[in-house]
Structures are given as structure tokens and as C-alpha cells.
């Protein structure tokens, strides 16, 4: 267990992350902490795929001219994850938008008032 | 030659999309004419490409002169050309709707054009990477249009299909990881390769096909995964939802057949037949509860997403049985579930136009104030049933020889029973619209009693939907064709 946690330790961090972004889409009524709740979902992603590039010894995946310098860190993952944080941000965007419009028309980021009131309509 | 050209198919809509904005600036009526015209150029080069593909085998490129494992690859087999041609065909058609019924605007058509992108991208791309960047602009554009209705609903509903998108795309780079932890590689050739040699029963093998048919099932609104999509589809512009209803989930099933059969292939299958079970089970679930749930509904845009959750979950049995005949039932069924829904939700957004009735009872007498328009729209209800030559029939005809054959007699029950519970919700709108009496939406709009309504139904909507029905029928007397065309590429895709 405690090798566990000292080895594999991102690992760890990556099903906290998931969890935790999982349990706040699902629980929380404020659209806001929804959307924090995806964030941090999708971070716990980035962990892990950043986690996976990590080598023993690696070091940044600069190769100097004739070669040679290894081991290196994969650096296919972080260009991986550079994308998909950009797409993150635009989903975040876009979401942050639509509860502007949501706020406009009812009056309320909360999704149980937000039953009420469309109730009443 | 003809591969040089491929990149276009991505290119040409993402340009168009800038040219939109800019043309935006200068003049009011730009944005509409830049993406008719773009979307022309579009279906050209589709048709063309797919054309080439269709007639002398796989067409690939690699981008930016990185050759594949490593750079990232497009291809165009047979299966690709088929689903690049109606993303543009079905694209261009819509778009004949789109200036009719919404205010449009500058942002509408640059975010109508990303789609088209998004969806051409996902339908080209050899790179499991790349795919999920093509999923995101996709979602990204859709969550954007579904709102572009201005209301309330309809914000809320695309934050609900956001955060559900969103996490389906992110589980689906959770299995794009475990696929690329396992094997080094993202290129779905290089892919099928290397996950052979890890093991199929590796468990990061196994953790990796569940993330992405679980992201992708959700993209295409299995159950019970399909809680976004009746709100998403009922709440856009109705010809948002028509093209949003014909196009994107029909995309997310395509990717997953493709994913099924090019990364993971039939040997996945066989060395873990619990996985082709599940699926099975899940997709057949799908198909009843859909339909159950369809009859249940009062709304008509509601009943026809409903709707969409059954004929889905027929399309994934098709790719689970994975017999040719199956398989080939499933792309029949792909193909010809985004012309007739897409019709049908044409239809109904001009019913709407007309007359303001939305739900069902409302319908009520309709063919006789607007003989031509029920009369196309009853064709394709039809013709979703599975009354024969339609395309509908088609699909369904060879996803049941296929599990026949394959020994699964519970799917072949599950079909049959779904089709007539599809008869049950479609027979009640017929009723409504042919036999009822008129009903006082309708009324009204007869005694020219509102002044909102036009009286009649606008040109091109009653183009596309006859339109839409004509194809349905068309294409069933054609499958035929179709197959011999298609059976190469499906022969490969199970060879493997």
C-alpha cells in the first residue's frame, strides 16, 4: 500500500481528480460548479496521459546535435494534452456563455429553482 | 492524384467558415451566400472523392508530409466515402431550409460550416487522436446551434447536452490513453497491429475499448445514455434539429463501427466474446426502450428523438452481430435513418411554420388542409417502419439476416417487436393527419383565422421533404448497388 502510494502516486491523483469532477457534475444543483466539476474531470484526463509520457531518469526530449542524451520523456502526450486543454477552454467558454443566457431568462444558475420556474410557466 | 486532394474535404468548410465571419462584416446577406457556396464546393469534392474511393479502393494522405505512425493520416475507404457524401449532401440540403426559416446571422453560418468540418473530419480521419479533436469541434459547433434559438429552453438544453458531450469526449480520450499506454501508437492501422501484439485480454486492451464505446454510445444516444438528446433536439431551431437529427449522432455511430472494426477488428471479438455480448445487450435495450418511450411522448420533434434512440441502438446491433450481412445493414441503416429523420424533422419544423401545431393531437386533420406535405411526410414515416421497397426496410432487412445467420434469434425477436411499437407511434401521426378531424391550429390556419401562418407550405421545405422521401425509396430499390460497391471495403473491415 504504502509503495503503492509512494510509487504510483499520479495514478492516485488521477482517480481522486475523476472522482471528485465526477461527483460535482452529478451533485451540485449551481450550473457554475457543474462546469467546474467537467474541469476538473477533464484534468484528471490530462493527468493521466501526462503521468503515462513520464520516464525514470527521462529528461525533457531536447536531443542535442549528433544525438545521444536519453532516456527522454515521451513527449507525444503533452502535445496530446496541450490540444486538448485548448479544447477544454473553448468547451468552458462556450458553457460559461450559455449559463449567461440561462441567467438572462429565468434568473437563476440553479438547476432545482430552474425546474420551479419553468413549472410555473 | 486524387489524394492530394483529400485534405479539402476538412479544409474547404473550416475556410469557409473564417469567410463567412469576414464577409459577415461587409454585408448582411454574405454569411448565407458563403456557405451555399461552400457547401456546393463541398458536395462536388465529396462526391468526387467518394466517387474515386468507391471505385478503386482506399484513399489515403498523409498530412503535412509527416508519414503515419507518426503524423497523422486521412482516409477514404468505401465506408468513409459513403459518410463523407451525405454529411455533404445532407449539409448542402438543409442549408436550402436554414435561409427559409431562422434568422440566420453571421454567427449561424460560420458555426454551420465548423459542423460541416467537424463531421467531415471525423468521418476522414485515420488518427484516433485526431478523431477526438474532429468530436470536440463537432460538439462545440452542435452545443452552439442547438442554442442559437435564442430561448431560455433552448440554452439550457445545449448546457445539458454540453456537460453530457463533454464528458462522453473526455472518456473517450480516457480510452484513446489506455490504447496509447498500451501500444505507443494513435494511428488506427498502426493501432490494429499492436493491439494484437499486446494481448487482447491485456486489461489496458480491455479499460480501453470500454472508454470509447461508452464515449461514443453517448454520442449516439444509446440508452441510457440518451438523456441529452430528446431535449437538445426538441429545443433548437427546427432546422437545426433537422440537420443536428440527419447528421452528428449518425457521425458518433460511424466513428464507433469504424473504431470496432479498424482498430479493435473481429479478432477482438472472438478473443472476447463478453464485449460483443454487451454491446449486443446494450443496443437491443436501446431499440425496445426507444420505442417505448416514442409512443409515450405528445410532442412530435420529442417522439422523433425518441425515435432516433431506437434506430441508434439498431445500427450498433448491426456492428455488435458484425456478420457482412449485419454490417451492412448497419451502414444501410446509417445512411438511411439521416435522409428520413432528417425529412421527418423538416416536416415537422414546416408544420410548425404553418400552422403552430407541435404535438401530436395538434396534427390532427393536417392532410387535408396540406395534401402534398402530409402526404411526403406520411411516406417517410412509412418508410422509418420498414414498409418495403423503403430504405427503412432495407437496413432492417439485412441487420435481421445477419443475426440470423449469426445464431442470434433474440435480436431478430427485438427487431421485429421494435418494428411494430415504430408502427404504433408512426401509424397514431397518420391517423392524426389523414383520418381525424381537423383540429383548431389547423382550423384556424384554413379559416385564415391567424395571420402569422403562411398559408402554404414554403417551396424548398416541401422540396426537402419530398425530396427526403424520394431518396428513401430510391435507395431501397438501389441497395442492391450499394452492397456490391460496399462489399470490398466490409470484406476487409471483417477479414481483418
Known amino acids: 500500500m504504502i509503495e503503492l502510494l509512494t510509487t504510483k502516486y499520479t495514478y492516485l491523483t488521477v482517480v481522486v481528480l475523476l472522482a471528485i469532477g465526477a461527483y460535482v457534475m452529478i451533485e451540485s444543483d449551481n450550473f457554475v460548479k457543474k462546469i467546474i466539476g467537467m474541469n476538473i474531470f477533464q484534468t484528471g484526463i490530462f493527468v493521466f496521459f501526462i503521468s503515462a509520457a513520464y520516464r525514470a531518469g527521462g529528461r525533457s526530449p531536447v536531443v542535442r546535435s549528433g544525438g545521444g542524451g536519453g532516456p527522454f520523456v515521451s513527449p507525444l502526450p503533452h502535445v496530446l494534452i496541450l490540444t486538448a486543454i485548448v479544447v477544454g477552454v473553448s468547451l468552458t467558454a462556450v458553457a460559461l456563455g450559455l449559463v449567461v443566457r440561462i441567467y438572462e431568462s429565468y434568473g437563476t444558475i440553479n438547476e432545482d429553482t430552474l425546474e420551479e420556474v419553468r413549472a410555473n410557466d | 492524384m486524387t489524394e492530394t486532394y483529400l485534405p479539402l ?12 465571419v469576414a464577409t459577415g ?7 448565407a451566400l458563403v456557405a451555399r457556396l461552400v457547401l456546393g464546393v463541398q458536395t462536388l469534392l465529396a462526391v468526387w472523392i467518394g466517387g474515386t474511393a468507391l471505385a478503386q479502393g482506399s484513399l489515403s494522405v498523409a498530412v503535412g508530409g509527416f508519414a503515419a505512425p507518426y503524423g497523422i493520416e486521412l482516409v477514404v475507404d468505401g465506408l468513409s466515402a459513403v459518410v463523407v457524401v451525405l454529411v455533404a449532401v445532407v449539409s448542402f440540403a438543409t442549408l436550402a431550409f436554414v435561409t427559409e426559416d431562422d434568422p440566420g446571422g453571421t454567427a449561424f453560418y460560420a458555426q454551420y460550416l465548423l459542423l460541416v468540418a467537424g463531421l467531415s473530419g471525423m468521418s476522414v480521419t485515420g488518427d484516433v487522436f485526431n478523431l477526438y479533436v474532429f468530436l470536440e469541434i463537432t460538439g462545440l459547433a452542435t452545443y ?3 442554442a442559437s434559438a435564442g430561448t431560455g429552453r433552448s440554452a439550457v438544453s445545449a448546457l445539458k447536452y454540453l456537460l453530457f458531450g463533454t464528458v462522453a469526449a473526455s472518456l473517450y480520450l480516457l480510452g484513446v490513453g489506455y490504447a496509447l499506454v498500451a501500444t505507443g501508437t494513435l494511428n488506427m492501422a498502426d493501432l490494429a ?13 480491455l479499460a480501453s475499448f470500454g472508454f470509447i464505446v461508452v464515449g461514443l454510445a453517448t454520442k449516439a444516444a444509446l440508452f441510457p445514455l440518451h438523456t441529452w438528446q430528446p431535449d437538445a433536439y426538441g429545443d433548437a431551431p427546427d432546422s437545426v434539429s433537422a440537420l443536428i437529427a440527419a447528421l452528428v449522432s449518425t457521425v458518433a455511430a460511424y466513428a464507433l463501427l ?18 460483443r455480448d454487451a454491446l449486443v445487450a446494450v443496443a437491443a435495450i436501446s431499440i425496445v426502450v426507444g420505442s417505448v418511450l416514442a409512443v409515450a411522448q405528445s410532442e412530435v420533434k420529442r417522439m422523433l428523438a425518441y425515435s432516433s434512440v431506437s434506430q441508434y441502438g439498431l445500427v450498433v446491433v448491426g456492428v455488435a452481430i458484425g456478420t457482412p450481412a449485419a454490417v451492412f445493414g448497419a451502414v444501410v441503416h446509417l445512411v438511411g435513418h439521416a435522409i428520413m429523420k432528417g425529412g421527418l424533422f423538416v416536416a415537422a419544423g414546416a408544420v410548425a411554420d404553418l400552422t403552430g401545431a407541435r404535438t401530436v393531437e395538434e396534427y390532427a386533420g393536417l392532410a387535408d388542409r396540406f395534401p402534398v406535405l402530409g402526404g411526403a411526410s406520411a411516406v417517410l414515416m412509412l418508410a422509418m417502419v420498414g414498409v418495403p421497397p423503403a430504405v427503412g426496410f432495407a437496413g432492417k432487412w439485412y441487420i435481421a439476416l445477419g443475426a440470423v445467420r ?3 434469434w433474440p435480436v431478430a425477436v427485438v427487431i421485429f417487436g421494435s418494428t411494430l411499437l415504430t408502427l404504433a407511434y408512426f401509424a397514431l401521426l397518420v391517423e392524426r393527419m389523414f383520418v381525424a378531424p381537423a383540429s383548431a391550429s389547423v382550423q ?18 416541401l422540396a426537402l421533404v419530398i425530396g427526403a422521401a424520394a431518396v428513401a425509396l430510391v435507395l431501397g430499390v438501389a441497395v442492391t448497388d450499394l452492397q ?3 462489399e470490398p471495403t466490409i470484406d476487409t473491415l471483417l477479414s481483418q
Do not use: I, K, M, Q
Open chain 2, 9 to 20: 474535404l476538412v479544409a474547404v468548410p473550416l475556410l469557409g467558415a473564417l469567410l463567412a
Open chain 2, 25 to 31: 462584416l461587409a454585408s448582411t446577406r454574405g454569411p
Open chain 2, 444 to 461: 384556424a390556419a384554413t379559416d385564415g383565422g391567424s395571420d402569422d401562418h403562411p398559408s402554404r407550405p414554403s417551396r424548398r421545405a
Open chain 2, 484 to 486: 456490391t460497391a460496399l
Open chain 2, 193 to 205: 497491429v499492436e493491439l494484437a501484439r499486446v494481448g487482447y485480454d491485456s486489461p489496458l486492451v
Open chain 2, 406 to 408: 449469426a445464431g442470434t
Open chain 2, 144 to 146: 452552439a446551434l442547438v
Open chain 2, 258 to 275: 469504424r473504431l470496432v472494426y479498424t482498430v479493435y477488428t473481429p479478432a477482438f471479438f472472438d478473443a472476447v466474446p463478453v464485449a
